[in-house]
């Protein structure tokens, strides 16, 4: 039995009100240096972008994270791994900690369920603390707070009456996510742990870009700051408060070259942030961009420190031993080491969270087994590759969504566009579930699409789709990692792209062209899109530019009907040149 490592109920609530308020006292080490450092160790066990990926289903990492192409990922494997570890922590002492996107985005036996299974299967294998990443705000910060604290789903209601969802027995953490009303963190700022005779403060954070990535209406009520300012903010407060060993747990991270294990070439932003945030933060542990990298990387005070992250889906662990002065409170960095884990299949199965696949599983099988259309060839090209490309997966869902939406009494539309990020899953000839080669059923259709959106159509003039086109680069910062978002676009229209020519200049001038007639700038047209990308989502503003604004239906069931009136559907030709 692991031991109980929270604090009382009391001491959190109180410990969390005087580091937002600022009224605790200092607290300064004493005793003399000159004797020997009494230390402890803690494990740290962490990982990142979950995404409700319960079952063991993903293929292995890439070639260049993983040479090994080893099959890894799949929560009972996780689990187990897990409770493995936490065996050989130092006198029990063990913390599992995450990094946000545990929910959002995930495949259908979760998000069909608007991703309680997701934070079920959590609570089963003993998360102690998260931050919140971007897709934790996919439904809104009111479906949010019901993630964590329980209850019904307003609409669904429960899938089980007899046993109405919970919530999250572990707590996230949201210190850069600021209620416009009153000023305060949506979500507490940071959590304290005491293991073994010491304090270690967690700091949760999202990417401040979070509004570019989801739905901006579902985030209206909040603020999201800038993460070094906010990580700063709160290490000099804990550090107030007593606590002296800090961790960063923070959605944004950074791209290597080389294996999950290693550092080769980490980029920014997290490279950047890393050598701005405050030298009372012993370590950060990052997520996002779904890669694998243990990094040491000095502070503002040029002192080594450990930046770590564990790929995605539950296919590694970062395996961290912080080094404490139990006589100071401070982490001996020189001491502290940390591994990447692969979570390889090789283990026996948690059988509690196999119990929970197969409670879900015998909900989703009825519904997600329907066949619904067909594919001649193999469709590729979603998000978990390039996203800065135009692939054939993204330019079909573009013409579900033209069809969708082209009609006198559905919009109008003529022109229809997609993003590439929103894409998540592609169709492929081989059955990947039950069903025959060739077959597309409703449950990949959800997982090509599992993020909820409504079409909509509005009037844009020809100079208004070219911005739209021209933000598909934004450099960074604006974007955090990912500068380069490409769009689909829908049949019968196409341009060329100069990526040689500076920002605001790709589109090449006079390309646009619709059923072969050149588009005029000063002309309007009915454009439809994902409600997402029209309110400015992935920081397409120009479709906020649009007028006459007309509602549609929800995104799967487009995709449905657009795949029973085009059996056998093959992959689009490109429609835009240069890219």
């Given at each position: 039995?692991?031991?109980?490592?929270?604090?009382?109920?009391?001491?959190?609530?109180?410990?969390?009100?005087?580091?937002?308020?600022?009224?605790?006292?200092?607290?300064?080490?004493?005793?003399?240096?000159?004797?020997?450092?009494?230390?402890?160790?803690?494990?740290?066990?962490?990982?990142?972008?979950?995404?409700?990926?319960?079952?063991?289903?993903?293929?292995?990492?890439?070639?260049?994270?993983?040479?090994?192409?080893?099959?890894?990922?799949?929560?009972?494997?996780?689990?187990?791994?897990?409770?493995?570890?936490?065996?050989?922590?130092?006198?029990?002492?063990?913390?599992?900690?995450?990094?946000?996107?545990?929910?959002?985005?995930?495949?259908?036996?979760?998000?069909?369920?608007?991703?309680?299974?997701?934070?079920?299967?959590?609570?089963?294998?003993?998360?102690?603390?998260?931050?919140?990443?971007?897709?934790?705000?996919?439904?809104?910060?009111?479906?949010?707070?019901?993630?964590?604290?329980?209850?019904?789903?307003?609409?669904?209601?429960?899938y089980f009456p007899d046993a109405p969802y919970?919530?999250?027995?572990?707590?996230?953490?949201?210190?850069?996510?600021?209620?416009?009303?009153?000023?305060?963190?949506?979500?507490?700022?940071?959590?304290?742990?005491?293991?073994?005779?010491?304090k270690i403060g967690f700091i949760g954070m999202?990417?401040?870009?979070?509004?570019?990535?989801?739905?901006?209406?579902?985030?209206?009520?909040?603020?999201?700051?800038?993460?070094?300012?906010?990580?700063?903010?709160?290490?000099?407060?804990?550090?107030?408060?007593?606590?002296?060993?800090?961790?960063?747990?923070?959605?944004?991270?950074?791209?290597?070259?080389?294996?999950?294990?290693?550092?080769?070439?980490?980029?920014?932003?997290?490279?950047?942030?890393?050598?701005?945030?405050?030298?009372?933060?012993?370590?950060?542990?990052?997520?996002?961009?779904?890669?694998?990298?243990?990094?040491?990387?000095?502070?503002?005070?040029?002192?080594?420190?450990?930046?770590?992250?564990?790929?995605?889906?539950?296919?590694?662990?970062?395996?961290?031993?912080?080094?404490?002065?139990?006589?100071?409170?401070?982490?001996?960095?020189?001491?502290?080491?940390?591994?990447?884990?692969?979570?390889?299949?090789?283990?026996?199965?948690?059988?509690?969270?196999?119990?929970?696949?197969?409670?879900?599983?015998?909900?989703?099988?009825?519904?997600?087994?329907?066949?619904?259309?067909?594919?001649?060839?193999?469709?590729?090209?979603?998000?978990?590759?390039?996203?800065?490309?135009?692939?054939?997966?993204?330019?079909?869902?573009?013409?579900?969504?033209?069809?969708?939406?082209?009609?006198?009494?559905?919009?109008?539309?003529?022109?229809?566009?997609?993003?590439?990020?929103?894409?998540?899953?592609?169709?492929?000839?081989?059955?990947?579930?039950?069903?025959?080669?060739?077959?597309?059923?409703?449950?990949?259709?959800?997982?090509?699409?599992?993020?909820?959106?409504?079409?909509?159509?509005?009037?844009?003039?020809?100079?208004?789709?070219?911005?739209?086109?021209?933000?598909?680069?934004?450099?960074?910062?604006?974007?955090?990692?990912?500068?380069?978002?490409?769009?689909?676009?829908?049949?019968?229209?196409?341009?060329?792209?100069?990526?040689?020519?500076?920002?605001?200049?790709?589109?090449?001038?006079?390309?646009?062209?619709?059923?072969?007639?050149?588009?005029?700038?000063?002309?309007?047209?009915?454009?439809?899109?994902?409600?997402?990308?029209?309110?400015?989502?992935?920081?397409?503003?120009a479709f906020k530019l649009g007028t006459d604004?007309?509602?549609?239906?929800?995104?799967?069931?487009?995709?449905?009907?657009?795949?029973?009136?085009?059996?056998?559907?093959?992959?689009?030709?490109?429609?835009?040149?240069?890219?």
């Open positions: 039995m692991r031991p109980n490592r929270r604090l009382t109920a009391t001491t959190v609530a109180a410990l969390f009100a005087a580091l937002t308020m600022g009224a605790m006292a200092p607290a300064t080490a004493k005793g003399d240096s000159s004797k020997r450092m009494r230390t402890t160790s803690v494990q740290l066990l962490s990982f990142n972008d979950y995404h409700g990926h319960l079952e063991a289903t993903d293929t292995p990492l890439s070639r260049a994270q993983d040479p090994s192409q080893t099959p890894a990922g799949g929560v009972e494997y996780l689990s187990s791994r897990l409770a493995m570890l936490r065996s050989t922590a130092p006198g029990g002492r063990s913390l599992t900690v995450a990094a946000g996107d545990l929910i959002g985005g995930s495949p259908f036996l979760s998000g069909m369920f608007h991703d309680e299974p997701s934070v079920e299967s959590l609570n089963a294998l003993g998360l102690d603390v998260s931050s919140v990443g971007n897709h934790e705000f996919d439904e809104g910060t009111k479906e949010l707070l019901r993630m964590q604290r329980g209850g019904c789903h307003p609409k669904d209601g429960c919970k919530g999250a027995d572990f707590h996230w953490l949201a210190a850069n996510v600021i209620k416009k009303s009153t000023g305060r963190p949506l979500l507490p700022a940071v959590s304290v742990k005491r293991v073994g005779g010491v999202t990417l401040e870009a979070t509004p570019t990535l989801v739905s901006p209406a579902g985030v209206s009520s909040v603020r999201f700051l800038d993460e070094v300012k906010t990580a700063n903010k709160y290490a000099r407060r804990l550090q107030r408060s007593g606590v002296k060993s800090i961790v960063v747990l923070i959605h944004e991270g950074g791209y290597v070259t080389g294996t999950f294990q290693g550092c080769d070439g980490i980029s920014e932003p997290i490279a950047q942030m890393a050598a701005q945030i405050s030298p009372k933060v012993d370590q950060i542990i990052s997520g996002h961009t779904h890669m694998g990298y243990v990094c040491s990387i000095p502070d503002p005070k040029g002192q080594p420190r450990l930046v770590t992250s564990a790929t995605n889906y539950g296919q590694a662990i970062t395996e961290t031993t912080l080094v404490i002065n139990k006589r100071t409170g401070n982490v001996v960095r020189e001491a502290s080491t940390a591994t990447n884990i692969l979570n390889a299949r090789d283990i026996e199965k948690d059988p509690r969270q196999t119990d929970i696949i197969t409670k879900w599983k015998a909900l989703s099988d009825t519904v997600g087994a329907r066949v619904v259309g067909s594919n001649a060839e193999d469709i590729l090209g979603d998000s978990s590759g390039n996203r800065g490309i135009e692939t054939p997966m993204v330019d079909l869902i573009a013409d579900a969504i033209l069809a969708a939406t082209d009609g006198a009494d559905q919009g109008g539309a003529q022109i229809a566009f997609m993003n590439v990020g929103g894409v998540r899953a592609s169709f492929r000839l081989a059955p990947k579930y039950t069903e025959a080669s060739g077959e597309i059923t409703y449950k990949e259709v959800y997982d090509v699409m599992p993020f909820g959106n409504r079409l909509v159509t509005v009037s844009m003039t020809g100079d208004q789709i070219r911005q739209a086109l021209e933000q598909q680069y934004q450099p960074v910062p604006a974007r955090g990692s990912r500068p380069m978002l490409a769009l689909g676009v829908s049949n019968g229209f196409s341009y060329d792209w100069d990526a040689s020519q500076p920002q605001g200049s790709r589109v090449v001038g006079g390309s646009m062209m619709l059923n072969g007639t050149p588009i005029d700038m000063n002309a309007t047209y009915r454009v439809g899109t994902l409600s997402f990308l029209q309110e400015g989502g992935d920081l397409f503003t604004l007309k509602g549609g239906p929800e995104d799967i069931p487009a995709v449905v009907d657009y795949l029973g009136a085009h059996p056998g559907v093959t992959a689009p030709a490109s429609r835009i040149g240069g890219l």
